[in-house]
C-alpha cells in the first residue's frame, strides 16, 4: 500500500509524513471532528520484516488505550487499513533527549532537573502498572506545556512494555532479550521483565550519557556483550567529567547497579533525590573509581545468584515503596500533638519498610516585601527550622537513607504543602490538627485544605485533652 497525503485510512486523513524509521513511519493526520494535533503510527511490514516488529506493534496497540496522566501521549484510535495496522495518538510538540546529545555533557543541574522529569513520569507509568523496558533518550520527549510553560517528560513508544495485568506477547513467543542494547537493564538480559526498576537502570544510563558525553556499556551488538554488563563497572562518571558534582554520581552509579535491590526502590524516590540533591547520603559510590578485575569478579559471582533466580523473578509484581511527609507544626508545638504525630509516623514508617521519610516545615514569608533572614538574634531562621526538624524526628531512630529534612517558605502553608505532596509524588501525607476555634470554623483550617485539594492520602492526627500552647517567638507558620 503506497501511503501519501489525502489517503484516508479510517476517520483520518494523512497530512504529511513526519518520520520514516526502521520499525515504524509517522505521519501527522486530520479528523473532521478532533481539534488537537494528531500523529498516526503505522509499523513497517514489509517483505522481510522482523515479526517482532509486529508483535512489538500489538502490544502498543494493547496498552496505549489503557494509559492516561500527562506522561503518555492521549490514544485515539487503532485499525487496520488493508493489512496495514496502525494507531493515532495526541501529537505533542517538542525535542526528545536525543537532540540533546550532541551538546553533551550536559550542565550537572541541567542532568538532575531533566532525569527528575523522566523519573516522576516513570512514576506515574508504575502506578499504572505498566514498565516501560526501552527508557532511552529517543523515548524520552521534553514538552513544554504552553499554557503554564511547564517542562515534563513525555513517554513514547510503549511496543516493548509489560502491563502487569495483561499477557506478555513479547515472553511468549520470544526467547531473546527485548531492549536497546546500550540501555537495557540486566535482569532484562536474563529475562525478565517486569521489574520496574529495569525503567531505573535505564534512566541511570541516559543521566550518564548527558552527564559524561559517553555510554557506560558501550553499544553492544550481541547477547554476549549485554551481559557483560553483569560484571563489568562502568567508570565513574566524575572520571570523564570532573565538573560533575560527587551527589550526581552517587545517583547515577546507584541507578547502574546490578543488584535491582541495590537501586531506588521506586522512581519517584529517585526523583526526590535529584530535586533534592543536599538531602542525598553518599556512599563510597560518590568517590567510585573503576574496580579492576577484582572487583569484576566480584560482580560475576553476584551475578550466578540472579541467573538462578531469573524464572523467581518473573513472578515479582509492581511494588511500591512509598514516599512519606509528615508536616510539623514549629509555631505552636504542643508535647501531646508532637507525640502522637510521632507516633503514627512511626507506626507507618514502620509498616512500609523501602518507604522513604520527608520531615517538612513552612516558613511564613510576607506577601509583599523582603522578609529577612536572620531573625532578632541574628540568626538563621531557615537553618534553625532545619535543627528543630532534626531534634523532632530524632526519637524516631531511622537512618539518614530514610530521612531527609526541609523547610518551605510560603505565604499560606496550605499552598506550600499540597504543592510540595504534588511536586514530589508523595503517597502519603501525615499532620497534626489542633482543636476547632472559631477563626478557624469561619475560614478553614489548613489541615482540612490540604485532605481536600492534596493529590495523596491524608491522615490528621489529634492528640486528646491537649491544653492550649503559648505561641513562642518562631515566625513558622503552625500547621493546624
Known amino acids: ?29 486530520s479528523h473532521a471532528q478532533i481539534d488537537v494535533p494528531l500523529l498516526m503510527k503505522l509499523p513497517r511490514i514489509d517483505y522481510g520484516e522482523t515479526v517482532s516488529q509486529v508483535v512489538s506493534f500489538e502490544v502498543e496497540r494493547m496498552l496505549m488505550p489503557l494509559l492516561g496522566g500527562a506522561h503518555v501521549p492521549r490514544f485515539f484510535a487503532s485499525g487496520e487499513f488493508e493489512d496495514q495496522p496502525w494507531l493515532v495518538m495526541q501529537r505533542l510538540h517538542g525535542e526528545t533527549l536525543e537532540s540533546l546529545l550532541g551538546s553533551t555533557p550536559l550542565a550537572p543541574l541541567r542532568v538532575a532537573r531533566l532525569g527528575a522529569l523522566a523519573a516522576l513520569a516513570l512514576d506515574d507509568l508504575h502506578r499504572q502498572r505498566v514498565v516501560h523496558l526501552d527508557v532511552k533518550p529517543g523515548n524520552l520527549l521534553l514538552h513544554v506545556d504552553p499554557l503554564n510553560q511547564q ?75 549485554m551481559k557483560r554488563r553483569l560484571f563489568q563497572e562502568p567508570a565513574a562518571p566524575r572520571s570523564l567529567n570532573p565538573q560533575l558534582p560527587r551527589w550526581l554520581q552517587e545517583i547515577i552509579l546507584r541507578c547502574l547497579e546490578v543488584d535491582p535491590n541495590l537501586r531506588h526502590p521506586t522512581a519517584a524516590q529517585l526523583a526526590f533525590d535529584l530535586m533534592h540533591p543536599e538531602q542525598v547520603a553518599l556512599t563510597a559510590r560518590a568517590d567510585l573509581r573503576q574496580g579492576g578485575r577484582l572487583m569484576a569478579f566480584r560482580r560475576w559471582l553476584l551475578t550466578l ?26 509555631k505552636q508545638s504542643n508535647p501531646a500533638l508532637d507525640e502522637a504525630l510521632r507516633e503514627m509516623t512511626r507506626r507507618v514508617m ?61 505565604t499560606e502553608a496550605a499552598d506550600a504543602l499540597i504543592d510540595y505532596a504534588r511536586s514530589n509524588a508523595i503517597d502519603h501525607l501525615l499532620m497534626g490538627a489542633r482543636g476547632v476555634t472559631g477563626v478557624r470554623r469561619m475560614l478553614g483550617s489548613v489541615s482540612s485544605r490540604v485532605v481536600a485539594e492534596a493529590n495523596c492520602t491524608v491522615t490528621v492526627v489529634r492528640a486528646h485533652a491537649v491544653a492550649p500552647a503559648e505561641p513562642d517567638a518562631d515566625d513558622s507558620t503552625p500547621v493546624p
Open 305 to 330: 545468584g540472579s541467573r538462578v533466580e531469573a524464572d523467581e523473578h518473573k513472578a515479582l509484581p509492581v511494588s511500591r515503596a512509598p514516599l512519606i511527609m509528615v508536616a510539623i507544626d514549629l
Open 151 to 225: 517542562e515534563r517528560i513525555v513517554l513514547l513508544d510503549f511496543g516493548l512494555s509489560h502491563h502487569a495485568d495483561l499477557p506478555d506477547l513479547l515472553a511468549e513467543q520470544f526467547n531473546v532479550p527485548m531492549g536497546t542494547a546500550a540501555y537495557i537493564a540486566p535482569e532484562q538480559v536474563l529475562g525478565v521483565r517486569n521489574d520496574p526498576r529495569s525503567d531505573l537502570f535505564a534512566l541511570g544510563v541516559t543521566l550518564y550519557q548527558l552527564a559524561t558525553g559517553k555510554l557506560p556499556f558501550g553499544t553492544p551488538i550481541s547477547n554476549n556483550g
Open 350 to 410: 514502620q509498616t512500609a519498610t523501602d518507604a522513604r521519610l520527608a520531615c517538612v516545615t513552612v516558613l511564613r514569608v510576607a506577601r509583599i516585601g523582603i522578609e529577612p533572614n536572620l531573625d532578632a538574634e541574628g540568626r538563621s531562621r531557615h537553618v534553625k527550622r532545619l535543627v528543630a526538624l532534626r531534634h523532632w524526628a530524632r526519637s524516631l531512630d531511622l537512618p539518614e537513607r530514610r530521612i531527609t529534612y526541609h523547610v518551605l517558605e510560603g
Open 1 to 29: 500500500m503506497k501511503l501519501q497525503a489525502g489517503l484516508r485510512i479510517g476517520e483520518f486523513s494523512l497530512v504529511e509524513l513526519l518520520h520514516e524509521g526502521g520499525m515504524s513511519r509517522l505521519w501527522g493526520v
